[in-house]
């Protein structure tokens, strides 16, 4: 490992604000001749609720498309990484065979045209993508590109630390001062599940409208829209657990 590799490593690792860590970021894929990066930190709360946050240079016209989680579902390099560690290194032809020519069509106009990403899955349902692009069309051979995947798998291997720490979309408030109480934080976390007023009623040995006016309640005391909303709020202020 050279000694400008290693210091890279080193401060992204040590980046001290988000700021800093989406530095790091450029200096490396920027580094090795990529031309974009994407990163991204995700947790699953429950088999019904994900809460995400990516940090990347893509292009503004591109960013909002990039950031796109249901577009994530027919990316065929998210499917990748979703489902499998080790390494894709992709191009049109990875997308023109998952029958998504027109999506690769559309980022393609934005300078991504093919890529090397990866990810990693660990505990607790934490998850870190990250991936670097280049502006021109590479070949899908693995063997061709053995030592910048390496690069790109040590170098992310800093990365996620400090991604979870500096990035993690779920952080606990340490001004907890939410006045719920033992049922409207029960009903609540079912309704994390998926769970429908009836079936928490079940649980909770409630009717079904005295459920809704749980979760109303709930929605009240967090000023939030939504049960969604509620929830992922309460996990932030630590009043219920993810998972």
Known sequence: MDSLFNRRCLEVLHASSVGDFFKHL??????????????????????????????????????????????????????HCKLRSSPIVWSRQTYTSAAQQELWD??????????????????????????????????????????????????????????????????????????????????LRWSMDGMTSWEIGRKMGLSDCDVTLQLRRVMKKLRCGSKYEAALKAIKLGLIEAG
């Open 26 to 79: 450029v200096d490396f894929t920027q580094g090795l001749g990529f031309n974009t990066f994407g990163a991204m930190v995700v947790a699953d709360h429950s088999p019904t609720m994900t809460e995400f946050r990516t940090i990347t240079n893509a292009p503004e016209g591109h960013r909002k498309e990039f950031e796109d989680f249901d577009r994530g579902r027919i990316d065929p390099v998210n499917q």
């Open 106 to 187: 559309r980022q393609a106009q934005f300078g991504y045209r093919s890529g090397i990403a990866f990810a990693m899955h660990l505990g607790q349902g934490r998850h870190y993508m990250f991936g670097a692009n280049w502006g021109h069309d590479r070949c899908e051979s693995v063997a061709n590109y053995k030592s910048i995947i390496e690069d790109v798998l040590i170098f992310g291997a800093h990365s996620q630390a400090a991604a979870f720490h500096l990035c993690s979309p779920t952080r606990p408030d340490p001004n907890n001062a939410w006045s719920l109480t033992k049922n409207e934080l029960e009903a």
